[in-house]
């Protein structure tokens, strides 16, 4: 029995657009990755003021430590801005979460345009609630 032939395929990377329903225990989530967020920044600034007690100020590492310790410092200046925000969240309204990398195989005969058009999962409370592909960009071109 001759053995069916495979087609040639490749595993390709694309984004995949991430929202969350806005829910309270997905604002209380928001809020404790804030927190951990700026404990983080904190002791980043604090390991980079005592790194640059040993370098000599024209040194080009304490520049760069400083940087880091200014850009450290506006996300600690930024938090009661960013938790007023996850307060005025609306409920059930959707948070963009922004995009993963997902995968996707494509293999000879398949429309690339569709394979790594927009997709879109929507979560709530970690849970994904919907999958859903937009058309691609080339659909809506061609069928005008």
């Known amino acids: 029995m001759a053995e069916k032939q495979k087609k040639p395929q490749v595993i390709l990377k694309r984004q995949v657009v991430t929202k969350a329903v806005v829910t309270e225990r997905f604002k209380s989530f928001l809020?404790?990755?804030?927190?951990?967020?700026?404990?983080?920044?904190?002791?980043?600034?604090?390991?980079?003021?005592?790194?640059?007690?040993?370098?000599?100020?024209?040194?080009?590492?304490?520049?760069?430590?400083?940087?880091?310790?200014n850009d450290a410092k506006k996300y600690v200046n930024s938090e009661n801005e960013q938790t007023g925000f996850i307060e005025e969240l609306k409920l059930n309204s959707l948070y963009s979460q922004g995009p993963v990398d997902g995968f996707v195989t494509v293999s000879v005969g398949?429309?690339?345009?569709?394979?790594?058009?927009?997709?879109?999962?929507?979560?709530?409370?970690?849970?994904?609630?919907?999958?859903?592909?937009?058309?691609?960009?080339?659909?809506?071109?061609t069928a005008s």
Do not use: W
Not at 31 to 41: G, V
């Open 31 to 69: 809020k404790h990755e804030l927190k951990e967020n700026i404990s983080f920044y904190k002791n980043k600034i604090n390991e980079n003021e005592t790194k640059l007690l040993s370098l000599d100020s024209n040194d080009p590492a304490a520049h760069q430590l400083n940087a880091e310790i």
């Open 110 to 141: 398949d429309n690339l345009y569709e394979k790594l058009g927009g997709v879109e999962v929507v979560v709530e409370d970690g849970v994904v609630q919907k999958i859903s592909a937009s058309p691609s960009q080339f659909d809506k071109i």
